[in-house]
């Protein structure tokens, strides 16, 4: 689902991040709360405020264009996150100023989702970021106040509410996570809670398998799809991929985790007809692990799934930890026709040098890359120079996060190949995507 109502998502933004600004978050709530019918009682608006720590220090040890680079790739953390865990709501993602921004839901959610949510952004907010020049890291510190809105808030009294609750917990130097009511809850589940029902979920085969179909921009034919992953937990709600590897990672499960996706997908795509794609998530446990193309192949044997027609997509963190190593693996898998895609690209920091000694085929542009596009000459003039560097190295490009007929017509104008989007088609599970791919 779109950040906002369509009408409004354009008018204004933060220039430097893309995410909306305080008098979008005006208008935005504004429409969600004229929009709610009386007779449901008050509109259910939940916001979290944001604030990281280390700023000032990261701005005098590093300067401001790396902080600027920070800041932009914190954005893109919540608006990913927000899409993956919040996709069937109405949702917002703000810049306050400097290292403070805001997520607000409508949304029927509970009390102790909200917690979660919030933990489980925290996690992912915290996570090193890559240095664009010594190639190095660093890490940002966040803070969230959350708060769910009463009848008589206003976005004004929303912010002063949550203000009030960041700067007590600055000055007390306690916990990360506090309500505006002043009471600390107690998290829906603790970590090792969690750990267990994941176990527990891998083991009764409750991660639900979603395919994201993928289309090509010369006929609007579908060429395969990309599986996701997502957990129904009993307590918290649902959870999207990215959480749900933070909660495996904890319990030093990615590896286990990711090979039940890896075949539950191979298993489900093996009916698909012989011209569709199955694009894969891997992670930074898989590559770490010299066998993985090996055991992956095997894998693949089993179930009967030719790798010939399978696609593993990367994120530029699985790149940080070993370059070399990782380098080794894919090659590997390139031997074995298995054909390797470079995901988000376009969000955060992206190393060029990437594409110069990896076996890339294919690289997936963020959504974030085509939010602005229709409407900015500096957003056209950055997508068309990543696609002249992409035919330049003989890279396919698919596009993420295709929302409009005009947002699908610029970039088939651009002569990229595929995109994936709610344009035509939502996340489904396995028998409706089978349905889809044999029409």
């Known amino acids: 689902m779109a950040t906002m109502p369509e009408e409004l998502k354009h008018e204004s933004q933060d220039a430097l991040t893309g995410l909306g600004d305080l008098s979008q978050l005006r208008r935005t ?20 405020l944001i604030s990281l720590g280390r700023i000032d220090t990261v701005n005098v040890a590093f300067g401001e264009t790396v902080v600027d680079g920070a800041l932009v ?22 810049r306050i100023s400097g290292g403070n921004f805001l997520l607000a839901t409508r949304a029927d959610c509970s009390r102790e989702r909200w917690q979660w949510l919030a933990e489980a952004l925290a996690d992912a907010l915290a996570a090193p970021i890559a240095h664009p020049e010594n190639g190095g890291s660093l890490r940002l510190w966040p803070r969230i106040a959350l708060m769910r809105t009463g009848e008589n808030d206003d976005v004004d009294s929303m912010l002063d509410r949550l203000s009030e609750v960041t700067a007590r917990m600055r000055l007390s130097h306690g916990r990360r996570i506090e309500w505006s009511s002043g009471i600390v809850a107690s998290a829906a589940r603790s970590n090792i809670q969690l750990e267990a029902d994941l176990l527990a979920a891998i083991d009764r085969d409750e991660i ?25 937990h009993p307590i918290v709600g649902r959870i999207g991929a990215g959480s749900l590897f933070q909660i495996a990672e904890r319990a030093d499960h990615v590896a286990h985790l990711s090979r039940h996706i ?14 569709l794609r199955l694009s894969i998530n891997i992670t930074p446990a898989d590559l770490a692990v010299d066998n993985f193309a090996i055991d992956f192949a095997r894998l693949a044997e089993r179930v009967g799934f030719p790798l010939s027609r399978v696609t593993l997509e990367i994120i530029e963190q699985v790149l940080l930890a070993d370059l070399d190593r990782v380098s080794r693996v894919l090659q590997q898998l390139k031997v074995l026709d298995v054909r390797i895609a ?20 294919c690289i997936k542009l963020d959504r974030s890359m085509v939010e602005g596009v229709l409407d900015d000459e500096r957003d056209r003039a950055v997508f068309r120079a990543i696609m002249g560097m992409a035919k330049a190295l003989d890279l396919r490009v698919l596009v993420e996060g295709i929302e409009t007929e005009k947002q699908r017509n610029f970039v088939a104008a651009e002569d990229c190949e595929y995109y994936q989007g709610f344009l035509r088609a939502q996340p489904m599970p396995a028998h409706q995507m089978l349905n889809l791919a044999m029409r």
């Open 342 to 361: 470079l995901d988000d690209f376009g969000a955060g920091f992206c190393n060029f040098r990437y594409l110069k000694v990896l076996p890339i085929d």
């Open 29 to 48: 709530v504004g429409a969600w709360c004229a929009e709610w019918p009386d007779s449901s009682g008050p509109c259910p608006i939940h916001a979290m």
């Open 73 to 94: 790739e914190i954005a893109q953390r919540i608006r990913h996150f927000a899409a993956d865990e919040l996709e069937s709501d109405a949702w917002m993602a703000v």
């Open 208 to 232: 639900e398998i979603l395919f994201q179909p993928q289309y090509s921009l010369v006929d609007d034919r579908i060429i395969g799809a990309e599986a996701l992953a997502r957990w129904h």
């Open 262 to 275: 890896a075949k539950r997908a191979l298993e489900a795509a093996i009916e698909w007809p012989e011209h």
